[in-house]
């Protein structure tokens, strides 16, 4: 009888575990950091080509709940498990975390949208521009302002928060307020492509 070598089975250890998660994610690679980190150390790995993308994606004007299933941005992330700030947008990032050992760990994290409908892995945000800003007031009444990367709209803090805790989209003098406290800080869980426990849809600008 065959004995498998200790790797082999690690790597089939973290396989299966990616498997469970349906769109898995991994942890960066890139050399990136959450809000709350230290910078970049220099000599870090380039972050994996995404493509190329342009200086600000199409804007949506209109009721951006009442917009047909889209990916606005006309840009999808198709570097699959590679890991980056911008990895899979849309999908539930805590969840697929929490079952790779060596991925960052998240209080809060999720992708902005400029329509409620947008399917995963389409790139959120608007590109460059003004900057989008996740306002995070935990239960202690903390403020935790948060940026979202432009290209992906992702967003994430990896400070530990006491919860409940409320949020808000802020962007271009304008804010889209979240009213119910949250515990639950896996925002994409709730704000899919079709929303669930009680979400309209994808987190949206104001």
């Known amino acids: 009888m065959m004995h498998r070598p200790r790797a082999s089975l690690a790597l089939a250890s973290l396989v299966a575990s990616l498997s469970a998660c349906g769109d898995p ?5 890139d050399g990136s950091v959450g809000m709350d980190a230290a910078p970049t150390p220099d000599g870090a790995a380039p972050m994996p080509d ?12 209109g009721d951006p709940f009442m ?19 911008h990895m899979n947008p849309g999908v539930p990032c805590i969840q697929c975390h ?14 902005v949208y400029q329509t409620a409908r947008e399917p995963n892995n389409c790139y959120g945000g608007i590109g460059s521009g003004p900057q989008i800003t996740v306002e995070i007031t935990d239960a202690m009444g903390t403020v935790h302002n948060v940026a979202a990367f432009g290209t992906s709209g992702n967003f994430y803090l990896e400070r530990i928060i006491p919860t409940p805790y409320r949020a ?5 003098g304008r804010a889209r307020v979240m009213n119910t406290p949250q515990t639950n800080g896996d925002c994409n869980a709730c704000h899919g492509a079709t929303g669930s426990m009680g979400a309209p849809g994808r987190i949206v600008l104001p």
């Not at 994610?25 to 690679?29: E, F, L, Q, T």
């Open 25 to 29: 994610m991994m942890p960066p690679s």
């Open 50 to 61: 995404v493509g190329s993308m342009p200086d600000a994606y199409p804007r949506f004007m």
């Open 67 to 85: 917009a047909p299933p889209q990916c606005t941005s006309g840009s999808m992330w198709t570097s699959g498990n590679r890991g980056s700030d």
């Open 98 to 111: 929490t079952s790779v050992r060596a991925a960052p760990v998240f209080s809060v994290a999720g992708t």
């Open 168 to 172: 808000r989209v802020i962007f271009d």
